[in-house]
């Protein structure tokens, strides 16, 4: 994942994850730069190429644009050439380097990543980085890729915050005094529904006046429904698409636009009639998915307190095909989108479309329950210790995983997060192993990441030593003297961990904490018979087990 600590830190070097310095770039360095891109662009419009750029070269912004460079007609000919354009702050500006030496600024578990991005900057010569706003002027259709954040105030309470839209206003205000009338604008941020049509468009044409230009923004919008993990490139490519446009001639050229470098034939376009309907239609999906893990929420309590194992009852209903996509949530529901994304809905309904009322219940409430759903992963730790005859206060806890999903170096929101603050009010001494994330920005840089006033460390007391907290990459290392060991992302190397292994780097006895369902009841059984304590989210029937390897032992 990316460090994305303050904007505000005055140096002149952005560091790479992997610690790499570079210099940003001076006034002098613009004019050489936009010199550079037109000598390219005229190349590349000889060969009748279209010229994208795309703004905000992120998780979803660099691989779109990776995918866009790789558009071939019908004969192989590359049919666009893209120009990834990154704003140059301190936090961010590496990505553009980077880039342009080939290489991905996401680091990801599908291998396409960074082939594609190899191919298409070497190979194809179809992509290249900037950080001059200039490069807009070339364009015959920008893609947006910003972030639109969702701010909360407080924890687990979503109403208390607002949609964060300072960078993709200033984005569009820019990109308005840069285009060309004719440049077709295609909204991908998840925006609060109502964006496209009651921001976007007056803030363009508002600057397109300015310029003296009568015609109206081309505008359109089209959701991003990326995964980023192993199907990272086929989840933008091979995958269905909602798009729209302000007008007749804005959605003619994003359906063209999409066709030319989405698999439309095997995933067919779903064109709506206005922003609003697409902006929505993404807000509803995520609120959706959210609700869905929420629900489970109250289900896995009754489920551990009552001797039902959730996993097994899951599967038992998926079987029915009208209920095939019921999930268990894990510690958490994280990720950028799903805590955020409701949000930006009901927060659109009062301070975009001006309702006085309050018609939101269960999205909010949703996301509530998952924001705090990692808290109840403390008291299993707690309790399995207290069962072992050990305090929570200075155990050894190893947290298993940090990214907020399997085989993604994401962290954003992650359920572990809150889990390791919470360990930490309760005096234990976490410590953590993720095989995909090098630098766990949200502890090292904590004062400053995501921003100085946004970390989750405003929440919990004792937490200045997460300042220290480092991931470790040897799982065997990181075993060593744990007391309790906690389950908490489904990586693959996490799900065959043999017990008896466990328990011999441990060294002693440990509490086992399942969040995701990893232990089968072999694994369970035989965690007992070791003398371990094994607890997990909606996972009641653990205490079966123990009694039968008590029985057996008698
Ligand atoms: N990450 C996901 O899995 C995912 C999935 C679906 C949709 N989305 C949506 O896609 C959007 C982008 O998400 P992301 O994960 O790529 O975010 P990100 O933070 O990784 O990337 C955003 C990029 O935009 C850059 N940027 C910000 N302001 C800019 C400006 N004025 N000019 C130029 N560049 C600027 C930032 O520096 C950053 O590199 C969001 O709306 C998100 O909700 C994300």
């Known amino acids: 994942m990316s460090f ?78 893209v120009i990834g354009m990154q704003r140059p702050s301190v936090r961010s500006y590496w990505k553009i380097p980077l880039l342009n030496r080939g290489l991905s600024p996401v680091k990801s578990e599908d291998p396409e990543v960074d082939r594609l991005i190899d191919r298409c900057v070497h190979h194809k010569k179809t992509l290249t980085a900037t950080f001059t706003y200039d490069a807009l002027k070339l364009a015959d259709v920008v893609v947006v890729d910003v972030q639109c954040d969702y701010l909360k105030e407080d924890l687990g309470n979503v109403r208390n915050g607002q949609a964060d839209m ?26 609060a529904p109502g964006t496209t049509e009651q921001v976007a468009y007056p803030i363009m044409r508002k600057v397109f006046r300015r310029r003296g230009i009568e015609a109206d923004p081309l505008l359109a919008h089209s959701y991003e429904r990326v995964m980023p993990g192993r199907e990272y490139v086929a989840s933008i490519r091979n995958f269905w698409r909602v798009c729209s446009g302000i007008n007749d001639e804005a959605r003619r050229r994003v359906v063209g636009f999409l066709s030319d470098v989405i698999n439309v034939e095997e995933y067919p376009l779903t064109v709506l009639d206005r922003p609003i309907e697409s902006e929505t239609a993404k807000i509803v999906e995520n609120s959706y998915r959210a609700t869905i893990l929420a629900f489970l929420d109250e289900w896995s309590l009754f489920a ?51 309702f006085e009322d309050d018609i939101f219940r269960i999205t909010p409430l949703a996301i509530d329950i998952n924001d705090t759903r990692a808290l109840h992963v403390g008291q299993l730790v707690r309790d399995a210790l207290r069962n072992m005859g050990r305090p929570v206060a200075a155990a050894e806890v190893l947290v298993l995983g940090a990214s907020y999903r399997e085989d993604v170096g994401d962290t954003r929101y992650s359920g572990s997060e809150l889990l390791v603050r919470r360990l930490a009010e309760m005096g234990a001494e976490p410590r953590v192993h993720d095989p995909y994330v090098d630098h766990w920005w949200e502890f090292e840089k904590q004062d400053e990441y995501p921003s100085p006033e946004y970390s989750w460390k405003r929440f919990f007391r004792n937490q200045d030593k997460l300042k220290d907290l480092r991931v470790g990459k040897d799982l065997d290392k ?58 997990g989210l909606g996972r009641g029937h653990v205490k079966r087990i123990k009694d039968e390897v008590k029985a057996e032992k008698r």
């Open 304 to 354: 551990e307190r009552n001797g039902v194992d959730l996993i097994k009852v899951i599967e038992a209903i998926k079987v029915r095909p009208t209920h095939s996509n019921i999930i268990f949530p894990g510690p958490g529901i994280g990720g950028y989108c799903l805590p955020k994304d409701g949000g930006l809905g009901v927060w659109a309904y009062r301070h975009i479309h001006g």
């Open 4 to 81: 994305q600590g303050g904007d505000t830190v005055s140096t002149a070097y952005s560091f790479s994850p992997d610690g790499e310095r570079f210099p940003l770039p001076g006034p002098a360095d613009y004019a050489a730069e936009f010199q550079r891109l037109q000598e390219l662009v005229a190349g590349q419009r000889a060969l009748g190429r279209e010229i994208v750029v795309v703004v905000g070269v992120g998780f979803v912004g660099a691989v779109m644009a990776a995918v866009v460079a790789d558009a071939e007609d019908g004969e192989g000919n590359p049919t666009k050439f």
């Open 166 to 191: 300072a960078a993709l206003e200033q984005s569009l205000e820019i990109i308005a005094e840069h285009i060309r009338p004719d440049t077709l604008v295609l909204i991908e941020t998840t925006v």
């Open 478 to 535: 990181a075993l060593e003297g744990a007391d309790a060991v906690v389950f908490a992302v489904r990586h693959e190397p996490y799900l065959n961990l043999d017990p008896d292994e466990v328990v011999a780097r441990t060294g002693q006895p440990v509490a086992v904490i399942d969040c995701f369902g990893i232990l089968d009841d072999a694994k369970i059984k035989r965690y007992f018979e070791l003398g371990c304590e094994v607890k």
